[in-house]
C-alpha cells in the first residue's frame, strides 16, 4: 500500500495570507490527524477527522480549521498567516480500531 | 491529562555503545505509548509501540523499550548504536480517542 501522501512538500506564504494543505491517508484508513511541528513547541495536535467529522481538536486559534472528504483524504487551512505559523505540518492516518498512526512526510510551511 | 517527558535534548554515544533514550510519561489511565524515529527532512517512523501485552516491546533496527508503570517510564534501548541511527527521537502517549501527545525529543548523535 502507498503511504501517507502529503502535498505540497515545501509552501511559501507571506503574511495575512491563508494557504491549504492536503493529505492522502493511506488507503483504507478513515482517521487522519495533524500535528504542528516547531523548534519551539515540538509536536502538538491540532485536530483529527473520522468519517468527514472532526472528532478531536488541540488548542489552537480557529485560523486552523480542517476538513475531511468522503474518500478520507483531508485538507488543512490556516487563514490570515503569522510569522509564528512557520513549521512543518504532518499527517498521520490510522486505521479504525487501531492506536498506530502513520505519519506523511509533511509540508514545511515558512511564512515571511 | 497526558504528558512526556524525555530526559535529555542531545545523547552522543560512540559507534558500537549502549543507546539509552529516557522518557517518562504522565496518564490517567493505562496509556498506549510509542516510539517514534525522524530523519532530516522526513515525516515520522514508528520504531515501536506498548499496547499492554508484553512490557518488554521489540521494534525495528534493532530498538527495544521496556515498560515500567511502577517508574511511569518507557525507555528506549539499543545494545550496539550504528551510524544510521543518527536522528531525532519522540516518545508519545494516546490515551485512547485523543491525538498523541509526544516530548519534545532526543536528538542522538552518534559519534565515529
Known amino acids: 500500500k502507498a503511504g501517507v501522501t502529503q502535498t505540497p512538500r515545501y509552501l511559501i506564504k507571506t503574511r495575512g495570507q491563508q494557504v491549504t494543505l492536503s493529505c492522502s491517508p493511506i488507503?483504507?484508513?478513515?482517521?487522519v490527524s495533524w500535528y504542528q511541528q516547531t523548534p519551539g513547541q515540538g509536536l502538538q495536535f491540532l485536530f483529527e477527522?473520522?468519517?468527514?467529522?472532526?472528532?478531536n481538536k488541540g488548542n489552537f486559534p480557529g485560523r486552523f480549521s480542517g476538513r475531511q472528504f468522503s474518500n478520507s483524504r483531508s485538507e488543512m487551512n490556516v487563514s490570515t498567516l503569522e510569522l509564528g505559523d512557520s513549521a512543518l505540518y504532518l499527517c498521520?492516518?490510522?486505521?479504525?480500531?487501531?492506536?498506530?498512526?502513520?505519519f506523511g512526510a509533511g509540508t514545511r510551511l515558512s511564512v515571511l | 491529562a497526558q504528558s512526556v517527558t524525555q530526559l535529555g535534548s542531545h545523547v552522543s554515544v560512540s559507534e558500537g555503545a549502549l543507546v539509552l533514550l529516557r522518557c517518562n510519561y504522565s496518564?490517567?489511565?493505562?496509556?498506549?505509548l510509542f516510539w517514534y524515529v525522524q530523519y532530516p527532512n522526513q515525516g515520522l517512523q514508528l520504531l515501536l509501540k506498548?499496547?499492554?501485552?508484553?512490557?518488554l516491546v521489540k521494534g525495528i533496527n534493532g530498538f527495544e523499550a521496556e515498560f515500567k508503570k511502577s517508574e511511569t517510564s518507557f525507555h528506549l534501548t539499543k545494545p550496539s548504536a550504528h551510524m544510521r541511527d543518527a536522528a531525532e527521537y519522540f516518545c508519545?502517549?494516546?490515551?485512547?480517542?485523543?491525538?498523541?501527545?509526544f516530548g519534545k525529543g532526543t536528538h542522538l548523535i552518534i559519534q565515529p
Open positions: 498521520a492516518s490510522k486505521e479504525t480500531g487501531q492506536n498506530i498512526q502513520y
Open positions: 488507503s483504507g484508513h478513515r482517521s
Open positions: 477527522y473520522f468519517s468527514e467529522t472532526q472528532r
Open positions: 496518564s490517567s489511565v493505562p496509556p498506549y
Open positions: 506498548y499496547t499492554s501485552a508484553a512490557t
Open positions: 508519545a502517549v494516546s490515551e485512547g480517542a485523543d491525538g498523541l501527545t
